[in-house]
């Protein structure tokens, strides 16, 4: 490796989560459960397996498309009296948003792996906004000074007792650490309420989002979206731009897809917002904020997207729906956790740290550390060819191609 | 070419496939020594593939447990694999280490090669053997990602068996058939081989014979990856251990066929991070112990040696891994 000390950093940080027994047990329970729940999930469903097919299908059409969809997207929202941006890096994102909320603003937050990449929170925190991650796992994570290792359960290394200790010293009130889980799922309900109401400013991801009417689909089950994006007067939006597909009914199946092989029958909530809060009920005059967000901004991230587009193999990275399902699968992943990853995880991680990050070492060490096994391309429902990517990605880091 | 990115242990194995035509770098002599006894003809249409895997088992084993040693230790597995990739420069002599732990009774190592070919000639098959001038399939450059010498060593592999008149391969080692079959045509103009792995030419023959296992046993299944998902042989290693009578096929609820789980050797993955691939020999062998098994059956040499090291590590005793070929060739008394 040619940062010799990058390599050998790594793999001790790899090893000594191998050596986590802690970590170990809380990943092996959710393995087994997450196993279970798909397995439910798709027979209660069985025409599941068959949409996957179509939603493969629709990214394929839609991820050369980028640029288009983007722009119909774009106008779409303007249309709605939202406003669409497009940022081609991170720092233009953070710019963007940054400049939208300002400072001393009270922000209450949905969880996005795309404001993980840019680093949203603490930028926005750096320039002097209180932010409060709502989704619980988020939320857990921001208040021990971690990062996430899943990307639909970041705190998924975390075991309850460590949730007990943190909760009594952020909340002021004692929670025992063999507390149920329920209560402390209560506390943190009582701690964040109030947020909601009084935050300036609500800001999530989406899973997905159709062009043709620039709607936004984003699926949770904690109901924090639902008050994050509701009750501010402000909504902002961050949407990687591989997240588009043409039309809303390309967008229910996508959604339906990726909740189900996420390992749900069903999700307790799926927000389709497409632009401000409006009503039309004095006079049949259109007024904008009545109960929701008066302002309604969605910036779409390039970020190395519509370049990671270009690449014939590599660009399957960009069908992941953010199932999840994958990590599950992953001999290395369930010893290591996100500690095999960079931005985003395993295999996908590697691509994502060469071309959308243009890190050939880190990329380097983690193609390196797949095992080309290729369990998860059983287990994906776009039939992502993990295996494929990483030996085309080995190949351009080996021989020196360009990145 | 920028192999500083490529992994210490990776270079190495890709420096002996380009020096010396296997993964060691040992002599091909050692290698083709299992066959002395068979009387293999050197020639003919039919040739049996034996690869580095099982070949040269018993130096693997080694280089894997100084490897292993070493990164468990504050040295690091990368120092020791980029010295010993300028091994001749500094006057170490792994060849040598590796030669010397052969002569020590590593022969019976190569059992699965030897039953293999027992096999095949029980059901009527004869083939061929080119033993020192059997070329290396390069799998493992294919996996380090140096594609154009792994594509170069194809060309080459491909005319030294069209030298030797060579019209089909009977492959055994998971990489080596995968690569001569499906790798192959995509970097060699004109390839026409026709290449069948072992497995496929025992299960659609196993019916016509009478296979009864010398003891009643346990036995779990492990399907090695490259069968499993890069050439989709599910049914047929499951249709030759239920042909044999004695023998009850006990397997894991989720983590079989298409779902089993990698040994954790895959692609030179081990001379990479040696010390977390003993830790997933681990995690596979206790999904495996589930089925309370008396025999582990799998079908690649590497996966026999991570598994043996698996159930070293949780101190198992009285659980066998085997080769698919020896157990065959048991339930056939050969």
């Known amino acids: 490796m040619k940062k010799k000390s990058d390599f050998t950093e790594y793999k001790k940080e790899i090893m000594d989560a191998a050596h986590d027994d802690r970590l170990r047990l809380a990943l092996s329970r959710a393995v087994k459960s997450f196993r279970g729940n798909v397995k439910n999930a798709l027979e209660k469903f069985p025409h599941t397996v068959a949409l996957a097919d179509e939603v493969l299908k629709i990214k394929e059409k839609s991820i050369p498309d980028l640029e288009k969809l983007t722009r119909q997207a774009i106008s779409a929202i303007e249309e ?30 949905g969880k996005s792996m795309t404001g993980e ?21 988020e939320f857990i994570i921001q208040k021990m000074g971690s990062r996430p290792m899943h990307i639909l359960s970041p705190s998924i290394h975390v075991p309850r007792e460590d949730v007990a200790r943190l909760f009594s010293k952020i909340m002021g009130q004692e929670i025992a650490p063999d507390a149920e889980i329920a209560d402390m799922v209560a506390a943190a309900r009582e701690y964040l309420r109030d947020k909601f109401f009084r935050a300036d400013i609500g800001i999530s991801g989406a899973n997905v989002v159709a062009a043709e009417t620039g709607t936004l689909f984003i699926i949770e089950n904690e109901g924090n979206i639902r008050l994050a994006t509701g009750a501010p007067p402000v909504h902002i939006t961050l949407v990687g731009m591989e997240k588009l597909v043409p039309t809303l ?7 339906e897809v990726t909740w189900r092989y996420a390992n749900y029958t069903v999700p307790s909530y799926v927000s389709l917002i497409s632009g401000p809060s409006k009503t039309g009920d004095i006079e049949k005059v259109t007024t904008y904020g009545a109960h929701g967000p008066k302002e309604f901004h969605v910036i779409f991230l390039d970020g190395g997207r519509t370049r990671l587009a270009k690449y014939p193999k590599l660009r399957q990275a960009l069908y992941c729906l953010r199932c999840g399902g994958c990590l599950y699968e992953c001999p290395v992943f369930a010893v290591t956790a996100g500690h095999f990853g960079d931005k985003y995880f395993t295999g996908i991680g590697a691509v994502w740290a060469a071309i959308v990050n243009q890190d050939r070492e880190k990329a380097a060490s983690l193609a390196y550390t797949c095992l080309t096994c290729g369990r998860c391309r059983q287990r994906c429902p776009v039939k992502i060819d993990v295996p494929e990517m990483i030996i085309e990605l080995r190949k351009m880091l080996a021989e020196g191609e360009q990145t | 070419m920028d192999t500083d990115l490529v992994p210490p242990g990776l270079t190495y194995l890709a420096d002996n496939i380009i020096t010396r035509q296997n993964i060691l770098g040992v002599s091909k002599e050692q290698g083709a020594r299992w066959a002395q006894k068979l009387d293999l003809p050197a020639h003919a249409d039919t040739v049996f593939f034996a690869g580095c895997g099982y070949q040269y088992s018993a130096q693997l084993e080694v280089l894997m447990s100084m490897a292993r040693a070493t990164d468990k230790s504050v040295i690091g597995s990368e120092l020791p694999m980029r010295f ?32 293999a070919v ?21 799998a493992p450059l294919h996996h380090a990602g ?12 491909y005319r030294t068996l069209k030298f030797a008149k060579v019209k089909r391969v009977i492959g055994i080692v998971p990489y080596c058939t995968h690569a001569l079959q499906k790798l192959f045509p995509l970097y060699v103009d004109g390839y026409d081989l026709e290449v069948r792995h072992f497995l496929e030419i025992v299960a659609g023959k196993i019916s016509l014979f009478k296979l009864k296992y010398p003891r009643k046993v346990r036995v779990t299944y492990h399907d090695p990856c490259q069968l499993v998902r890069y050439m989709s042989l599910v049914e047929e290693p499951r249709r030759i251990l239920k042909a044999i009578e004695g023998v009850e096929l006990v397997e894991t609820d989720w983590t079989k066929g298409e779902w089993a789980t990698c040994c954790g050797g895959g692609g030179g993955f081990e001379t990479v991070f040696p010390e977390l691939s003993q830790v997933l020999a681990v995690n596979r062998v206790t999904e495996l112990m589930e089925t309370k098994p008396d025999i582990i059956v799998t079908h690649c040499p590497g996966c026999i040696m991570q598994l043996k090291d698996g159930l070293n590590q949780l101190k ?4 066998e891994v085997l080769d698919l070929s020896q157990v065959v060739a048991a339930a056939m008394d050969l």
């Open chain 2, 84 to 115: 010993a990739r300028f091994q001749k420069k500094l006057g170490l002599n792994l060849p040598g280490i590796y030669s010397n732990v052969l002569s020590r009774g590593g022969e019976t190592e190569v059992k699965p090669l030897e039953a």
């Open chain 2, 316 to 319: 198992v005793e009285g659980v």
């Open chain 1, 249 to 255: 009914s390309d967008a229910f199946k996508v959604s």
């Open chain 1, 117 to 137: 990449e840019i680093g949203l929170r603490e930028h926005l925190e750096e320039i002097g906004n209180e932010v409060f991650e709502t989704d619980l796992g």
């Open chain 2, 118 to 138: 027992k096999v095949l000639r029980k059901l009527g098959v004869q083939p061929g053997y080119l033993a020192e001038n059997e070329p290396c399939c390069g």
């Open chain 1, 80 to 109: 709605n009296k939202g406003k669409g941006y497009i940022a081609r890096t991170a720092e233009e994102a953070l710019q963007i948003i940054g400049g939208l909320v300002g400072t001393k603003k009270l922000i209450v937050k």
């Open chain 2, 146 to 157: 140096l594609q154009s010498k792994f594509a170069e060593n194809a060309r080459q592999a």
